[in-house]
């Protein structure tokens, strides 16, 4: 009679992230934000203040908000060039309806938005103009609208609108509460909703969206117009902030940085995805490297080039994820 015993089953081990090369490509921007804190903290003097982290947050939540309009507009696989021309055509009404009252004027600056995004989503999906020419029509008319109606630059005095761009709640500034509270409802709009869904079926393969019966044009139309009043909304609190309006530097070239949060971010530019926390961690990591390089006394020449290398550096992570 045999005495040997059979080995009782080992316990299923844990599994844990593996960091191999496909979880660092997901997860990137998180491990070169982190990063990038930790050498902030060694080497930049008073990098742990909440000076100064109520500072990078108010200058990179204008940006953030773009961005996140951007996100789901590169989602459908399109581009919006015009979000800097939509943010200085908010601003230049601003001094126009102002003596309407704060929110009347506010309201009137994101119609704006709403109907430059309505004009370049319809363009888009109705006539099939490509994104990228729409928008950049609209660019370029958007600004010279806000030329005309804005003229130089004007004072902002309401006490609204200097509040919005100045005061603060519980320590924590209406700039940064707007960008907190447009992230939320951008991320619920992504996970929780019709729009949201259809929105990544048209960017995954617009061909079999409209043949499962998806409403791909007014899909489109919508995406536009929701960048649109972000935009113009980043616009006030800009505007806001500066108690100016600028028709001619407000929201310069941040349709560029926009784009690059979000390709930082992982959204693909092929789209069909939207990743909202990559593109707010994007944003951040951005504006982290432009502060970091200041507080170095490096140009801002560099900050943009060394911009630029990471962006072409996320464009050639997502390619090799594609071919995996």
């Not at 940006?63 to 060039?81: N, P």
């Not at 907190?180 to 617009?206: S, W």
């Not at 390709?263 to 069909?272: K, N």
Request: positive net charge.
């Amino acid at each position: 009679m045999s005495t040997t015993t059979e080995a009782a089953p080992a316990a299923p081990a844990r599994r844990l992230p593996r960091l191999d090369s496909g979880w660092l490509r997901r997860n990137g921007v998180y491990v070169a934000l982190a990063l990038l804190v930790l050498v902030n903290v060694v080497i930049t003097p008073n990098f742990v203040s909440a000076t100064n982290l109520r500072l990078q947050l108010v200058q990179v939540s204008p940006v953030l908000i773009v961005a996140l309009g951007m996100a789901m507009v590169i989602g459908t696989r399109g581009i919006d060039l015009s979000v800097g021309a939509v943010m200085a055509l908010a601003a230049a009404l601003i001094p126009l309806y102002i003596g309407y009252g704060t929110l009347p004027a506010i309201l009137v600056a994101c119609t704006a938005g709403l109907v430059t995004g309505a004009l370049g989503g319809t363009v888009i999906s109705r006539v099939g103009i490509q994104p990228i020419v729409a928008t950049l029509a609209i660019m370029v008319a958007g600004r010279g609208v806000a030329n005309l109606l804005g003229g130089e630059i004007k004072s902002i005095r309401d006490p609204g609108i200097i509040a919005l761009g100045s005061g603060s709640v519980l320590g924590v500034p209406y700039v940064v509460l707007s960008a907190a509270v447009v992230a939320l409802g951008v991320f619920v709009v992504m996970r929780r909703t019709t729009t949201g869904r259809q929105l990544v079926a048209v960017g995954g393969n617009i061909r079999a969206a409209a043949l499962a019966g998806i409403p791909v044009a007014r899909v489109l139309t919508t995406v536009y117009i929701m960048a649109g009043v972000l935009a113009a909304f980043a616009g006030v609190l800009v505007a806001a902030r500066s108690q100016a309006s600028d028709p001619t530097r407000l929201g310069l070239l941040i349709e560029l940085y926009a784009i690059t949060a979000v390709v930082v971010g992982g959204t693909p530019l092929s789209g069909g995805q939207v990743r909202v926390l990559g593109t707010i961690a994007g944003a951040l990591l951005m504006q982290l490297v432009t502060s970091t390089l200041i507080a170095q006394n490096a140009a801002d020449a560099v900050a943009q080039i060394v911009q630029a290398v990471i962006v072409v550096v996320a464009v050639y992570v997502q390619i090799g994820r594609r071919r995996r």
